[in-house]
């Protein structure tokens, strides 16, 4: 097949455009011709609209079979409002070429951020039907997302595929010594290193405290907040704010935006992991896949969409939102170095069943094939 795979990002640090590169190369190396475009939004919808019509002209000269389309609506309008994908839907159904969707995200949840959140999820919800007309099929990271469409009836059905995230984070050989970069802060090689990849707001308080609590049985444990948005953003503060509370400052840091070598080094630094974003461990989560392609012995806070198949074969230590619990199961992996090795071997085992870029890849090439093939 010859494959157009595009999307808008708003900022260059942007893991959909890792995702979208990754699954390129992974596409490339079956045989297929991937032509891959991507813009950092900016400039308002006419330029927008220029650049695709282009696009799309080109893709129509090449006779390209489908076009792979990577959406997130906070990437597609300011303000959390998705305008362009209305334009990009447009576009799309007038090029006549089978068009996959990629829905990395759908919709803003209700009952978050209160009125803001509200705005951002009626928006969104009124966009997606557009986005979805605009579609041949559809690519979903989570079950639980293709139910919730699929009961919804002011949604157009398409032929839906779920796969899960895989990680976007390379596979290295770390060291035998694992040497800092010039930005990271003096630590003790000896300390017990406790890795949050993919950290929120929300996650900062509960975190936080059972950090607390493991030094009270380990004085030399550190807590590294890996990767963006790093320690001088919003986040980052929140963190920071969390941890002087608590009175564990000095013990937590933060290595800011990194590279996909230097990023696998820090995960491969780290002694253990700790996974809460609000929701569960869902098959959607990039961060979540990078500590399981790691074998990092990770302890992960449950949750509405914790994934059902992680829940089965318990590649983490999935515990209760309740600090306590983490702190627990972070000390009984911290003294037991046994089941540490065990863990990590489950969780990689996990990963490459599940979540590999060669499975991911399988799947996408079995889908794209029989879409292009039924809509020419």
Known sequence: MRVLSFGISQSPVCGMQDYADGLAEELRSRGHHVDR??????????????????????????????????????????????????????????????????????????????????????????VLPYVVAASSALVLTVDKRARWMNRRPWIPVRPTIVVPAFSNVPEISPPAHHEPAHHEPAHDEEALRVGVFGYQPVAAGLVIDAFVRLRHHRPDAELWLIGAPGADSDVGRTWSRAADRAGAGTAVHFTGVLQGGTLALQLAACDLGVFHDGAGPSSRKGSLAALLHAGLPT??????????????????????????????????????????????????????????????????????????????
């Open 299 to 376: 302890v992960a806070v449950d949750g509405a969409d914790t994934w059902p198949e992680l829940a089965r074969e318990r590649p983490v230590v999935l515990v209760a939102a309740q600090a306590d619990q983490v702190a627990r199961a972070l000390v009984h992996l911290a003294d037991e170095p046994e089941s540490r090795s065990t863990l990590a071997q489950r969780a990689r085992n996990f990963y490459d069943r599940h979540q590999s870029r060669s499975a991911v890849a399988d799947a996408y090439d079995t889908f794209l094939t029989a879409v292009a093939a039924a809509t020419h």
């Open 37 to 126: 475009a991507w813009r950092l939004r900016h400039g308002g919808q006419e330029p927008v609209r220029s650049w695709l019509e282009d696009l799309l002209r080109q893709a129509t000269a090449a006779q390209t079979d489908i076009i792979l389309w990577h959406y997130s609506p906070f990437s597609y309008g300011a303000h959390g409002i998705p305008t362009l994908a209305v334009v990009i839907a447009h576009e799309l159904r007038r090029s006549r070429i089978p068009v996959a969707t990629v829905l990395h995200e759908m919709v803003y949840p209700w009952g978050r951020e209160g009125w803001r959140g509200a705005c951002w999820a009626v928006a969104q919800r009124a």
